[in-house]
């Protein structure tokens, strides 16, 4: 069985930093696409940033560029969610997703299809204060 277990969520004043981590379970780091997806109060989910292995393709949101860096560590079957310079429009759910294998882009998972993701966290709450 597949699990995305996020951590790393809290609160924090607007300009400072905090590390998503998702934890994977039940799937190799192999050929698989990976990202951080978020939803804010009264809002659609946006993808944030996702990794392709399979397009060896990196995508992130235009309103987070610059400020989040995504990595892995496939040894821990981890994914990290490095935001700096927050501000209050980042709170939200900080979701992790993944789908294993993968076919398509980093943009195709986190733009344009988010439901071809097949596992997702339960989520960690991120809240920047003004």
């Known amino acids: 069985e597949v699990q995305l277990v996020e951590s790393g969520g809290g609160l924090v004043q607007a300009g400072g930093s905090l590390r998503l981590s998702c934890a994977a379970s039940g799937f190799t780091f192999g050929n698989y696409a990976i990202g951080w997806f978020r939803q804010a109060p009264g809002k659609e989910r946006e993808g944030v940033s996702c990794?392709?292995?399979?397009?060896?393709?990196?995508y992130y949101a235009e309103n987070v560029k610059g400020r989040f860096t995504i990595s892995s560590d496939n040894a821990k079957n981890t994914v990290y969610l490095q935001m700096n310079s927050l501000k209050p429009e980042d709170t939200a759910v900080y979701y992790c997703?993944?789908?294993?294998?993968?076919?398509?882009?980093?943009?195709?998972?986190?733009?344009?299809?988010?439901?071809?993701?097949?596992?997702w966290g339960k989520g960690t709450l991120v809240t920047v204060s003004s």
């Open positions: 990794i392709s292995r399979a397009a060896r393709s990196t």
């Open positions: 997703a993944a789908v294993a294998p993968a076919f398509y882009t980093a943009n195709y998972y986190c733009n344009d299809d988010s439901y071809a993701m097949d596992y």
